[in-house]
């Protein structure tokens, strides 16, 4: 198979090798061998390798800026980002493409970012960052995680992995998805039409579900006042999914006791936004969920799972559909 892999023009950390495509083959020697790969960096290179690509290897950044374009043998497109909201709506996609993300590569990651976070809010640990920021000595006790109650929105494989640490904790786990179908590590499962009635019991509420038109705004003020007095929140999903000034006001008027968030509206989030001087709140840059050492290595191998899919007639783990957003 002719594939061609495009790294990203502005991520020095998450740049594919050949070296790193050998050790992949070499993981996969069932599907790995035999193919001709080219590795581009610049756009001379992407027109060159796009023009005969049968697979396309690539990041989000690159496929907003190239597509449409003409791709006359390209059947699979493997693009090493989960949520793909930012190529909505999608009409660029070539006919008889294969649309594919990379979910499950960022589980390990999230997950332990997730119960970080988590324990963090149990431990006051904001509302200790506001008090040194201003120079001022006030002692605060946190808890212990065992028994409180975290709802995650979400459970793909960055919510799955929180829900799994969380519940390692001793904490009670209500996870919220589309479908109240069971996850192992929640003792409840419901649909998001009940949303309402779980986050008056919240103690911690963490995001973590893409961001599709179902989503969008999901989090809006009221459902944030439903949190009773005291609750923390956790964003790993995307800023749009939460009305971000209700969330500073009930900050700064105390009614939630902290924040933990990593993806804002806008990305990067401006100078002199009220954000950076929100109290009790933690800001980590959009990183919760990466790391430059595994990441390209495991999309790698996720590609060459979703290959041998392919050629066996089977579904692909990783194909995206459009219509849900995920």
Avoid at 26 to 52: L, Q, S
Avoid at 241 to 250: G, M, S
Avoid at 299 to 321: K, Q, T, V
Wanted: aromatic share 6%; charged share 20%.
């Amino acid at each position: 198979m002719r594939i061609h892999i495009q790294n990203p023009v502005d991520d020095p950390l998450f740049l594919f090798s050949r070296d790193m495509w050998e050790a992949a083959a070499a993981r996969a020697p069932d599907i790995g061998d035999g193919h001709d790969v080219t590795i581009g960096d610049t756009g001379a290179d992407f027109a060159a390798g796009i023009a005969e690509a049968e697979a396309l290897i690539t990041e989000v950044g690159v496929v907003a800026a190239q597509f449409p374009v003409a791709a006359p043998r390209l059947r699979l497109l493997f693009v090493t980002n989960a949520g793909l909201d930012r190529l909505a709506p999608f009409d660029w996609l070539p006919p008889d493409v294969a649309l594919l993300n990379n979910a499950g590569v960022h589980a390990g990651k999230a997950g332990e970012f997730a119960i970080m976070s988590i324990l963090m809010l149990v431990n006051r640990v904001p509302e200790m960052v506001t008090h040194q920021r201003a120079g001022r000595w006030q002692k605060l006790w946190g808890a212990v995680a065992g028994g409180r109650r975290v709802t995650i929105v979400g459970l793909g494989s960055l919510g799955g992995a929180a829900a799994t640490q969380a519940a390692r904790f001793g904490m009670r786990v209500t996870g919220v998805r589309a479908t109240a179908r069971p996850h192992p590590a929640c003792a409840e499962v419901i649909s998001v039409a009940s949303l309402d009635r779980v986050l008056p019991h919240t103690d911690f509420l963490v995001l973590a579900c893409p961001l599709t038109d179902a989503t969008r705004g999901l989090i809006d003020r009221a459902r944030l006042r439903l949190l009773p007095r005291g609750a923390g929140l956790v964003n790993i999903g995307r800023g749009a999914l939460i009305d971000q000034d209700a969330l500073c006001d009930l900050l700064d008027n105390g009614h939630l006791s902290g924040a933990v968030l990593d993806v804002f509206i806008p990305e990067p989030i401006p100078p002199g936004h009220r954000l950076w001087n929100t109290r009790n709140l933690i800001i980590s840059p959009h990183t919760s969920a990466d790391d430059p050492n595994t990441y390209n290595p495991r999309s790698l191998d996720l590609f060459f799972a979703n290959l041998r899919a392919w050629r066996e007639g089977r579904p692909l783990p990783n194909l995206f559909d459009p219509a849900r957003g995920y």
